[in-house]
């Protein structure tokens, strides 16, 4: 039965994330033209258009994608229940889980994206269209640490600074939560 969960899970997961690069994309104003930042947006449209025409977004801030972020979150909570022959949940304890759920989802797509952003950064030198993108999401974050830091001979230690920061979040919200 795990590996069903596991499937379930990394599935529900991962469309998650791609709700959350969404969200992200439209909060930072980021190239929706970029072929990566086409292919987020053709695999969340077929729900959150519909959602758009109800839920308004406020400011920078699509509520539509964030809705259907605490959606995938709340139905992958529900089917890993029925999954190991649960009964229900409690519709409070769901949200509130779901929304952490959210969270903890957020940080570890912010911490996947710096990864890959590293990585990019020392084989294709600015040629991928992808990297583009990365760079205007992490940049705004990445920026005013690398102000603070010292010169370390060319060296850049934001994305560790970083990094670090989002683990330390992410085991405070475990702390907190206990549920991760």
Same mark, same amino acid.
């Given at each position: ?7 379930? &899970? ?18 930072? @104003? ?6 990566? &930042? ?78 890959? @952003? ?8 600015? @040629? ?53």
């Amino acid at each position: 039965m795990s590996s069903v969960q596991f499937l379930i &899970s990394t599935i529900f997961d991962l469309y998650l994330m791609v709700v959350l690069l969404r969200l992200w994309l439209q909060f930072a @104003r980021a190239d929706f033209y970029n072929p990566f &930042s086409q292919f987020v947006v053709k695999a969340t449209h077929p729900i959150v258009g519909p959602l758009r025409r109800v839920l308004p977004a406020l400011g920078r801030l699509d509520t539509a994608t964030l809705v259907l972020a605490i959606l995938v979150a709340a139905a992958k909570i529900l089917v890993l229940t029925l999954v190991a022959g649960g009964t229900g949940v409690d519709p409070v304890f769901l949200i509130i889980v779901a929304l952490v759920m959210v969270l903890k989802e957020a940080l570890t797509l912010l911490m996947y994206v710096l990864i890959l @952003r590293a990585i990019l950064s020392w084989v294709s030198q600015g @040629r991928n269209p992808m990297e583009v993108v990365l760079a205007q999401l992490t940049e705004p974050m990445l920026a005013p640490i690398r102000r603070k830091l010292p010169e370390m001979g060319g060296l850049d230690l934001s994305v560790m600074v970083v990094i670090i920061l989002l683990l330390f979040l992410q085991k405070l919200l475990g702390d907190i939560f206990g549920i991760f």
